[in-house]
């Protein structure tokens, strides 16, 4: 059958531009996905994330066989609209379109339900560095030691590539382990002594060193190729600092909006009264919840500077903002935590944890930050 070369060539035409529409709605679906999705569900969807420790039920692991036939499609998108009662799972039809989050569940369906699980790439280690790592580090640093994506666009500087030559060289061993226990300034790093012992940070610097890091004294690198290694690195450093300040730009008028949701605690008594006469919380047991759940938006200075802050508007609650500081007072502020606060992407911890926890950790954010008896740092 003969086809005028007018028709062909519209043919071709409308199959280019459906192909760059789809190709167009994969790449922002694949950026939501590890903006707003992995830090839960993991940058693989099989749930291994930094946050899967503090939840329960632990995120959903869309590489489980079968699971994508009992999960439909119609079912994901009802959850990422509406959330999932009983866990973590907050709603985000405030934050995203429909379409939005159709093309998103398709994403996942696609990249992760039904996909074979390879061998992992990561080296068997049998001091526990390995599982240190995953539950502690590959959040930032990325399951195979380069940095999550996230972390590399927005953070800046950006976590540490381990995989890039000379790391061995310019990261000593010792130093490393100083720095897993005491973090770095001006990084995003965190200081991990209070959750990891000086044999647990031996032992996952050791897995990092063995797993990612390249000795480049052992391998020949041309004085051409570490120019190029160079020059990439200072031209993506670039990139991430353009993008983290733009990031950060968008939401900076956030803080004026501190007065608009509740009124003012002027009353000593009020302020300073318990949650419940039956419910008291613990200091020292919230900061261990605090710094399971609560960092990765609030951050350890209680600034609502987490490394996922930037990803959220409006931004996480700024506990030391003098808003803060005169309309929290303990029932609001487990109040707030139980239930969620609307408009915010603030979930219901009273899914995951019980009173006391939350007591617990209300506790901790109200002596810390809120009325702070003495000056101290987490």
Not at 2 to 7: K, L, V
Not at 18 to 41: F, G, P, R
Not at 188 to 207: G, H, I, P, R, S
Not at 291 to 319: K, L, V
Request: proline share 5%; with cysteine.
């Amino acid at each position: 059958m003969y086809m005028p070369r007018t028709c062909i060539y519209l043919s071709l035409l409308l199959t280019t531009m459906t192909l760059m529409v789809t190709a167009n709605a994969s790449t922002e679906s694949a950026q939501i996905y590890s903006k707003t999705c992995s830090v839960c569900h993991g940058e693989k969807g099989d749930g291994k994330s930094h946050a899967m420790a503090g939840l329960n039920p632990p995120p959903k692991d869309f590489s489980k066989p079968g699971l994508k036939e009992k999960l439909s499609r119609e079912a994901m998108i009802h959850i990422v609209s509406h959330g999932k009662p009983g866990t973590a799972m907050s709603a985000f039809s405030r934050q995203l379109s429909i379409v939005q989050i159709t093309t998103l569940v398709d994403y996942i369906r696609e990249q992760f339900m039904y996909n074979k699980v390879g061998k992992s790439i990561l080296k068997d280690n049998n001091s526990g560095g390995k599982s240190i790592y995953a539950l502690t580090c590959s959040v930032c640093h990325g399951e195979d030691g380069k940095g999550a994506i996230w972390g590399r666009t927005s953070l800046y500087p950006p976590p540490v590539n381990f995989s890039l030559k000379d790391k061995v060289r310019d990261l000593p061993r010792e130093r490393m382990i100083n720095s897993v226990l005491y973090g770095r300034p001006g990084t995003a790093m965190t200081a991990f002594a209070t959750q990891l012992n000086t044999e647990q940070a031996e032992a996952v610097v050791d897995y990092i060193r063995d797993s990612f890091m390249i000795d480049s004294t052992a391998t020949d690198v041309t004085t051409a190729e570490k120019t190029a290694i160079h020059s990439r690195e200072n031209n993506n450093n670039n990139k991430r600092q353009h993008t983290a300040s733009t990031v950060g730009m968008a939401v900076l008028h956030d803080k004026s909006k501190e007065s608009d949701t509740l009124q003012t605690i002027t009353n000593a008594q009020l302020f300073n009264q318990p949650i419940s006469d039956q419910l008291q919380g613990n200091k020292q047991t919230g900061l261990a919840y605090y710094r399971q759940n609560c960092i990765g938006c609030h951050g350890t200075s209680g600034q609502g500077d987490g490394p996922r802050a930037y990803f959220i508007y409006p931004r996480p609650r700024n506990f030391l903002h003098s808003a803060s500081k005169k309309r929290f007072n303990r029932p609001v502020l487990f109040k707030a935590i139980k239930e969620g606060v609307t408009g915010r992407e603030m979930p219901a911890w009273g899914k995951v944890l019980n009173d006391q926890q939350i007591a617990d950790i209300t506790e901790y954010v109200f002596q810390t930050f809120i009325q702070p008896a003495t000056k101290e740092t987490l």
